[in-house]
């Protein structure tokens, strides 16, 4: 039965990060809450995919955030052993000359009906490896770039590797989730030439991997595109002249870049909103780039008090989301009356968490997600006098922010600094709590509690964001800049308010005090009035923003638009 199941698996989803559990600590951010949405859903839907991570026993890090907003940082080890399952197959790889030894530790996320796709995570911290092979599936995003260089290694070739010897040998798309997985068509293109009689590559065989491959692509900050040296890529993958020979593998015939690899071999691309794809094919031109707009998982991130009203009145919503556009039928007073509970469990949260007291009658404003310059947590503060005026003329407003920096980006910490000098001028007039260690069930709590979702990206650098699509959800109309997914969503006065005017171009000479005025002017003029002078109009954005946004930015649409359009091309 086992091996039966094995051979009718024919999508591999690999991904650097997949937050599938707040226990389980190997994500960051949207990236892997993407990928553990993308899996929950492929098991709802019985999509026949096995998924593919590295372990990471240290975890991400936890955040602690000083007097001062300092962010620092502290190990976040966790229990792997009480929560996945050690599978007996090994396999090795061979970085710089060295064997290295992987097992791997499995994980079944079960759908509605009872189908489950299994998660693979792959470990190297076995008692055969040199200690400092050992740590290689250690931390996520951390280290040097030869480290960052083995574990993509490691999670690439080493991932192909332990799925053959799982029994998986029948898979048709391998699904790279971001750049970082690149390098498993290496071992793709080994097997290739394997199967022909050779010990060596040749240009033919890049078209029998490229017809496996999909590759979508998440961001147009240039971090998130891995590029190493050559010198590098030949210290950890050996003399692979016959690979770094190959036309595509190497950008500019100088470096190893994982991004324009997995372009150069996969049949399918894409990015994840219109808008993203018509930026990244501006940015990679030359490449046909489609696009497949983010979701979310709907029975994941909908609060309990909206569970129990969906079931009351869509009972079929969990295994048909679209359904939700029913939402639209529901009496608006238990729309509200959903809405408080879940408020107030957020407002008794942030006081058993900070001590501040909130009040539940106050229009509360939510900002949760990973700290990055471009996000502009800070602009909301851009004119603090103006913003003590709304709260104190207009209507109160209250501010929860979340969300951690990386390690090594000190601008983003400077940000979370600043949110916390603008809370200290601010006090007295408008209450502002940043909830430190923000995780998977913290920003479900945050999402379906505030009565606004705020967004500020730079645009059009948020490729797709998927924070505000879980407000949306819970009935949280959007406040955010016309970017990302938020362009599709985005109905003036029904599913929510924009910031600004859109992109034009790259948008690097963005005016932030413009977005900064438009901002208040709708609190001003728009979101505050209607707050406390039109429940009933506002009820109807909420209950709008359900049945348009919610009912379609869900990964059971996204991954049924990646079984139709990629997954079973060839």
Known sequence: MQQYAEEQRSIAYFSMEIGIDDKIHTYSGGLGVLAGDTVRSAADLKVPMIAVTLLYRKGY??????????????????????????????????????????????YEVKGVSGYTVPIYFLDTDIPENYEWDKTLTHHLYGGDEHYRLCQEFVLGVGGIRMLRALGYQHIRSFHMN??????????????????????????????????????????????????????????????????????????????????????????????????????????????????????VHAATWVSEPFKRLFDKYIPIWKQDNFSLRYALTIPKQEIWDAHMQAKKQLINFVLNATG???????????????????????????????LKRISSQVGKIQVIFAGKAHPRDYEAKKIIQRIFQAKQSLNGDIKIVYLEDYNMSMGAMITAGVDIWLNTPIPPMEASGTSGMKAALNGVPNLSVLDGWWIEGHIEGLT???????????????????????????????????????????????????????????????????????????
């Open 61 to 106: 890090f936890r955040q602690k955030i000083e007097t001062d907003g300092w962010q620092r940082e502290e190990p976040a080890a966790w229990n792997v052993d009480g929560l996945l399952k050690e599978m007996p197959q090994r396999t090795i790889v061979v970085l710089e000359g060295r064997t290295v030894h992987v097992k791997s530790w499995k």
């Open 178 to 295: 971001e750049g970082h997985a690149a390098l498993l068509t290496l071992e793709l293109l080994d097997e290739h030439a394997k199967k022909d009689g050779r010990s060596y590559l040749i240009e033919n065989d890049k078209e029998a991997v490229r017809k496996k491959c999909v590759f979508t692509t998440h961001t147009l900050v240039p971090a998130g595109h891995d590029e190493f040296s050559l010198d590098l890529a030949r210290k950890v993958l050996g003399q692979r002249e016959d690979f770094f020979a190959l036309n595509g593998v190497l950008h500019n015939g100088q470096s190893l870049n994982m991004t324009r690899l997995a372009l150069n071999l996969s049949r399918y691309v894409n990015g994840v909103a219109k808008k993203h794809g018509e930026a990244t094919r501006i940015v990679f031109s030359g490449y046909s780039i489609n696009s497949i707009t983010n979701g």
């Open 356 to 386: 501040i007291v909130m009040d539940e009658n106050v229009l509360t404003i939510g900002f949760a997600r990973r700290a990055a310059t471009y996000k502009r947590a800070d602009l909301l503060f851009h004119d603090i006098e103006r």
């Open 496 to 570: 929510g308010w924009s910031i600004g005017e859109p992109v034009v171009g790259t948008g690097e000479n963005r005016d932030h005090r413009q977005d900064a005025e438009s901002l208040y002017d709708k609190l001003e003029n728009i979101i505050v009035p209607l707050f406390y002078g039109n429940r009933d109009q506002f009820i109807s954005m909420m209950a709008h923003s359900i049945a348009i946004n919610g009912s379609f930015f869900n990964t059971h649409r996204m991954i049924q638009e990646y079984v139709l359009n990629a997954y079973f091309l060839c």
